[in-house]
């Protein structure tokens, strides 16, 4: 059996590069006081956004971003053939409850805060082979709610240590098409589980940087590019300490990144201003990033050649009780016009 | 009033705190362990003595506050004062954080941090 | 810089990368707001002695006052700001103890008020309240079976 798609260890070109026709974002307030602000469809007053709970704010979000990316494609919803999502909440209620109207299969994804390209791999590959000719790929987070569920209630008097992170509030959605005019998705490499043995739950930009770290030297040595062959390299989630650590731990192999590399998570808020501390973080990180700033640079062809490295966690808060380390994962796709 | 004394108060509760932020800045601990920690070392009755509400104030007064109602009651009581008498003595602390707690929930929602 | 060989090089490496939390700062925040509520709280104690309350029933008196203040700025969303700002200063003085148990019961509302406040109230607070009590009366039973005078000092 010949795997005439796949390069080196883990990397695969498409045969076909999927276009990706139209992408949506929607993030909360804070994120709207952050540089990043005017790339984004829709910046919320509140939280809530009219809901009860954190949850249904959410799932309405990722709702109303999934549906603001269909109709800017001009794609009918009965002609998309899947629907790819996930997010930070447990067994992924957010996507699932935001998405139980939409009336297309669902396939619900799982990847900590890499979700977001975990599932535009998976929806390259469902067009590449054949399976699809439009998919719809979502991700979402929540500050209020991944704090409830992974933290302290939000009224609890505490202090932050200054290497946490600031989940972002916000989605970002995207649909994939076999034909079109691009920006084309054209190689991806998933990545592998990657425990550098951090424990500290307040530090996860170390935790993951290691990740990070494996999945872009591994894609470098095995399509044979070297960092300047992209205009920017993105990570998802990284925070001011992961981006640095991440820096020095590719030059430490021999691959120069400081020049064209930056993390969403960075991009995300104004550190001295919105007191974020190491940056921002979670699922919608990378979605509201990509389907705003990143997708639009490209449309303008501001970038040509960009590389998208989403960064996970796969913790949760009972794992981190019981005192065990951290594993981290990163999946990358390149994305060119 | 007794100014020399809120001012031993306000010291002597300043440096407890104190002692909490070292402990929180360094150690990695989480707040709810602080609070077990610093509760459990509560055996100061002379601290009390000079320092008034600088010393039951903190959370120290409220292991000591335990410590003291127990002994008191099983001085008169015997055994069962071993039970009923720590959260006798602390039943003021505990019922109202509980019943403004109740009360909070039902007027207030929780917003997010602006910073 | 080299290529990190092991987990604990990696660790070794990160802790010099994470910033401190500003330790001065925070203990002179945590100094003069902790302080204050003490002196508050002393404030209160006198008040009481000189209406001729007895100093157990003042102290409590005390600590009640001081809990309602917590759950009413808490209520107000403000305590969390000032928890921010003062760290310790707010934590440690009973103040935080209530702001630990009126901050769950607000977050829970959306489960219901059976299973959400009555259930979730004591997520923070709870293990201060079981090693405090059960400490108690550990010490208890020791002062049974020994009768020690030296424990009469606590």
Known sequence: MIFIKKVGNQSYILSKPVNIAATASIVGPKEKEGPLHQFFDQCLEDEFWGEKSWEAAESKIVKETVNMAISKSGISSSEIDFCLAGDLLNQCIASSFGLRETNIPFIGLFGACSTFVESMIVGSCFIDGDFANNVVCSASSHFCSAEKQFRFPLELGNQRPPSSQWTVTGAGSTILTKLGTGPFITTFTPGKIVDMGIKDANNMGAAMAGAAEDTLISHFKDTGRSPNYYDAIFTGDLGHIGKDILIDLASSKGYNIKSNYNDCGVLMFDKTKQDTHSGGSGCGCIASVFSGYVYKMLQEKKYKKVLMIATGALMNSTSSQQGESIPGIAHAISVEV | MDWYMVLKAFITGGVICIIGQILIDKTKLTPARILVILGGLGWYKYLIDFAGCGATVPLTGFGSLLAKGTISEVKSTGLIGAFTGGIKAAAGGIAAAIFFGYIASLVSKPKIKKQ | ?154
């Open chain 3, 1 to 154: 810089m080299k290529p990190i060989q092991s987990k604990e090089e990696y660790q070794t490496y990160v802790d010099q990368k994470t910033p401190n939390s500003p330790i001065l700062k925070n203990c002179f925040n945590a100094f003069w707001v902790g302080g204050l509520i003490c002196a508050i709280g002393q404030i209160i104690f006198e008040i009481c002695k000189t209406r001729g309350i007895d100093e157990t029933n003042s102290y409590t008196i005390v600590s009640m006052i001081l809990v309602f203040c917590s759950a009413f700025l808490t209520g107000l969303n403000i305590f969390n700001k000032i928890g921010k700002f003062a760290g310790a200063g707010s934590l440690i003085p009973i103040t935080g103890f209530a702001n630990s148990i009126v901050s769950p019961a607000m977050e829970y509302k959306s489960e219901g008020y059976v299973m959400g406040v009555g259930a979730k109230m004591f997520t923070v607070a709870g293990p201060v309240l079981v090693y405090g009590i059960s400490s108690s009366i550990i010490i208890g039973i020791i002062y049974i079976i020994f009768n020690t005078q030296s424990l009469i000092l606590v």
